[in-house]
């Protein structure tokens, strides 16, 4: 998973024809470390598609622009565009993420 060091490199991924996967995350939040224990199984199911992330703490404005209330979460984008977000109460176990992403994705 790629980590997005900066807005510009953020902007330029989020443009993607095809979807990217970004999750939302910080150092010092629990949940993302029991997320990190997990998610390279949901990558693996979904390695046809680019995952990112980006630590909320680091690019300033990111997580408020797209309404990212809580972490971890994970985002969809194609084409610029915000096609859909799983908040962070719903990204628990690999299962939900995984249906999640099966329901946006296909």
């Not at 999750?23 to 979904?46: L, Q």
């Not at 404005?61 to 985002?75: C, F, H, K, R, T």
Request: aromatic residues 12%; negative net charge.
């Amino acid at each position: 998973m790629e980590h997005i060091e900066t807005r510009e490199k953020f902007d330029e991924i989020i443009q993607s024809d095809e979807p990217v996967i970004v999750k939302f995350f910080a150092d010092w939040c629990p949940d993302c470390k029991r997320m990190d224990m997990f998610i390279d199984g949901v990558i693996e199911e979904f390695k046809q598609f680019d995952w990112y992330q980006v630590n909320s703490d680091e690019v300033e404005g990111l997580a408020q622009e797209y309404e990212v209330m809580g972490i971890p979460s994970i985002l969809v984008f194609k084409d610029g565009e915000k096609l859909a977000h799983q908040h962070s109460a719903y990204t628990k176990t690999p299962e939900s993420v995984s249906e999640f992403l099966h329901q946006q994705l296909g």
